[in-house]
């Protein structure tokens, strides 16, 4: 992962690309998703434009993987509605953590008035910067700011203050996605950077995996994680939800919401006469800086 493009994120842009490709029971619109797809991946999101064909994709991808499709699709329409609500309540910020292939920086209403930071990995971030440059018009990412850093070994504040991010500004943080794959000294100094940095009343949405998960106590959980050790990306970090709240207010944050991406389901899917099984131990978080 360290020299080559995430994977999983490329995925995850796919499960995007096949949503926006649905139509009319469709609970995002992402218009971008497609244009981070190489190859196959690419064919396969064209393809499903074709109604019955994006179905059968879908499916096909459902019993093969159980899970990830809706718990990425159930989690992305979450943090939309959690994004937008911050920006209604005066964020004048958004960083976007570990950004992959997010395109919230130019699909989102309102976005573009206030300044976006990008935080990634430099391989995942160039090939992206790559494919924003063309695919967006100039005009439109002048308010993104593309931030190269690697969680692991880099400090995240240093590098943010150098690219113009504002210290102590409402902000809202999306971290979607990435604390399954760092180590816990890293969650632990990101998160108290993020306390320091912005202002009280910020909000930082973070997705996590339930610490269980990781010992192999949870039913249903092992061929999703056996999946992403063979494309070389193991989860290795995990919460325990009943001690989350405690976890965080140890770090000056508190706990506004919990959520796993399986009542996301039924909060958004299920309306739609979609019953799709996202996971239970898959989780969307938000936490509101004190």
């Keep these: 992962m360290r020299n080559k493009a ?23 619109d992402d218009p971008l998703a497609v ?32 899970g990830p499709r809706p718990s990425a699709v159930a989690r992305t329409r979450l943090i939309d509605d959690l994004v937008t609500e911050a920006l209604a309540h005066g964020a004048r910020q958004v960083l976007l953590l570990g950004a992959g292939y997010d395109s919230r920086a130019y699909r989102l209403p309102g976005i573009e008035r206030v300044a976006v ?47 113009g991010f504002a210290a102590l500004e409402p902000t809202v943080v999306v ?18 950077r993020l306390a320091a940095l912005t202002a009280t009343g910020s909000k930082l949405i973070f997705t996590y995996v339930d610490r269980r998960v990781l010992r192999g106590e949870v039913a249903g959980a092992e061929s999703w994680h056996q999946a992403v050790r063979r494309q070389g990306e193991p989860w290795t970090f995990g919460f325990d939800p009943a001690a989350l709240p405690a976890y ?19 909060r958004y899917l299920q309306p739609l006469g979609r019953d799709e099984n996202a996971a239970s131990f898959y989780r969307v978080a938000e936490a509101e800086i004190q």
């Design 175 to 192: 971290w979607e996605g990435v604390t399954n794959y760092l180590t816990e000294a890293a969650v632990d100094a990101t998160l108290r």
């Design 6 to 28: 995430s994977r999983t994120a490329e995925q995850v842009a796919l499960f995007r690309a096949l949503e926006t490709a649905r139509g009319h029971d469709r609970v995002f």
């Design 248 to 266: 965080l207010a140890e770090r000056d944050m508190r706990l506004a919401l919990d959520m796993s991406t399986r009542d996301a389901a039924d």
């Design 117 to 163: 930071f990008e935080a990634d990995h430099p391989a995942t971030q160039a090939v992206k910067r790559r494919l924003v440059r063309g695919a967006v018009r100039p005009e439109r990412r002048r308010h993104v700011h593309y931030v190269a850093v690697d969680l692991l070994t880099e400090d995240l504040g240093a590098a943010l203050l150098a690219a």
């Design 35 to 66: 244009r981070f797809l190489h190859g196959g991946y690419r064919g396969l999101a064209r393809a499903a434009q074709i109604r019955f064909i994006g179905q059968r994709l879908e499916k096909y991808i459902d019993r093969r993987w159980p």
